[in-house]
């Protein structure tokens, strides 16, 4: 495999990851969509005048942990998803017509001045401004995926804990429905 190939390959896997990222991101709404109507419905249903004190205490303590952690899971897969500022700008290729155009000007420029390039060619020069472009390219585009992972990594653990928080959320619950 040649350089060339090799960044190629590269560059298509990176493309590859950044669809499986944006892929990713359908479970954890979803889930976050349940944990939040759990937090609503935890709320709603409880009868707080037939419960203790303390248990409409831990039961409102804790569903208000996990509805703050799903907010905080909230904005990480918005992150993973648009980036904070700028967004995620992914480098690609210009148009194939002004490939074409760049390399027949390389071609006709290393045959002009052959005498002062000896044994270069149009195309060779070509090939290596293609692997500079990929490899800017790569840098540029696995940094936006690794951001985008390390967002949905840090929204996937907050989902977790809303959902501890909830089964947390339960014990009060259940026991205040027998309690009825």
Request: charged share 20%; proline share 2%.
């Amino acid at each position: 495999m040649n350089d060339f190939e090799f960044y190629l390959n590269w560059y298509n896997k990176e493309a590859e990851r950044k669809t499986a990222l944006d892929n990713s991101l359908n479970i954890p709404i979803g889930i976050l969509s349940v944990t939040f109507g759990a937090d609503f419905y935890l709320l709603i249903h409880y009868n707080y005048g037939s419960s203790a004190y303390l248990m409409n205490i831990l039961l409102l303590t804790v569903v208000g942990i996990s509805f703050i952690f799903s907010c905080i899971s909230t904005f990480f897969l918005f992150v993973s998803y648009y980036g904070i500022f700028k967004g995620y700008i992914d480098k690609a290729f210009p148009f194939a017509t002004e490939l074409r155009k760049h390399k027949l000007e390389l071609i006709d420029y290393y045959q002009k001045q052959a005498d002062n390039f000896p044994g270069v060619s149009g195309e060779d020069k070509f090939e290596e401004y293609l692997i500079a472009k990929l490899t800017e390219y790569i840098d540029n585009n696995v940094r936006n995926n690794d951001k985008k992972a390390e967002a949905l990594y840090r929204a996937k653990g907050n989902i977790l804990r809303a959902i501890v928080c909830l089964v947390v959320a339960l014990v009060p619950f259940i026991l205040n429905f027998f309690h009825k």
